[in-house]
Every structure is written in C-alpha cells, then in structure tokens.
C-alpha cells in the first residue's frame, strides 16, 4: 500500500503516521487479512515558499523560464538525514512553478530515491481530468474533490436542518 497524504504540517508527521497507520492496519486484520501490507506513507506538500530555476535560462521552459516538468531535487535543500524530494511534475502555465514537496514517513517497502520518485510523478499523469501531468498525484486530487463535494453536502444538510 503506497499512502499519499496532503495537508499535513511538519509539526503533525509524527500524530498523522501513529494514527492512519494503525487504523490501516486495524482496518485490514478486521477485513480478515492475517499478513500486515507493506505500507509506504508520503505526505504531499503545495504550501512552501520553495522555488527553482535552471542554472541556463535558455534551457527554461515558458516565458518565466520554469524548470521543466519532471525535474526532481532531492540533494542540497532537503532534509540531510530524512527520505524527501521535491517534484515538479507540471508545466508552469503561470507565473513560476511550485514543486511539490514531497516526504516519506514510513516505508515498509523500500522503495529506492527513483522508484518513488518515478511513481510519483507517473501518477501525476493520471489525472482524467486533463492530458498533462497535475502538480500532485491524481490520488490526491481526486481526496481534494471528494473533501469539497463532502463538505458541500455537509452545510447542504446543516442549512436544512
């Protein structure tokens, strides 16, 4: 099980991981699942202040020069010792581009730099919505939409009642 999470600040890593991950694992020894799944947790994080160029602004993409989508960093700005990238998934259509942020809490699985990384941008195409990459993976996207119809539905019944 590979877990994407948004809207998670660093000070509730640690609360988030303890809870979900406990509750996910209840969940699957109630579904009768004797062998506890090999969980990958990732939070996905939009709100930052991090931002990147291309060393040539010739090899910029777009009139603000934005790196190109795909473009991974992973050394330098990251956490020295903790699992985190950031992934620019998307073209910038405007103004400059956000990567995302993206930080592995637990990994049962093992998943090396690249192959989280390749998944995560691979998932960012598969949004239905539209035919280039997302800033995020469509699985994340798709719990934004499904959060917002929720709480529409929620103050709906609460006008009503």
Sequence with gaps: VTKYRDGVSE??????????????????RK?????PPKVTFV???KRHHTRFRPADPRQGTGRMKNIPAGTTVDSHVVHPTDFDFYLCSHEGIQGTSRPTHY?????DYGFS??????LSYYMCYTYARCDKPISIPA??????????????????YNQRA
């Excluded at 579904?31 to 062998?35: D, E, H, Q, R």
């Excluded at 930080?103 to 990994?107: I, R, T």
């Excluded at 730099?113 to 390749?118: I, V, Y």
């Excluded at 996207?141 to 959060?147: G, N």
């Design 113 to 118: 730099a690249d192959e989280l990384q390749k």
């Design 139 to 156: 699985p994340v996207q798709y719990a934004h939409l499904a959060a917002y119809r929720a709480r529409n539905h929620i103050l709906s």
């Design 43 to 45: 939070t996905v994080q």
């Design 31 to 35: 579904a009768g699942i004797t062998t």
């Design 11 to 28: 000070s509730q890593f640690q609360t988030v991981l303890d809870y979900e991950h406990r509750k996910l694992l209840e969940g699957c």
């Design 103 to 107: 930080y592995v809490l637990h990994d």
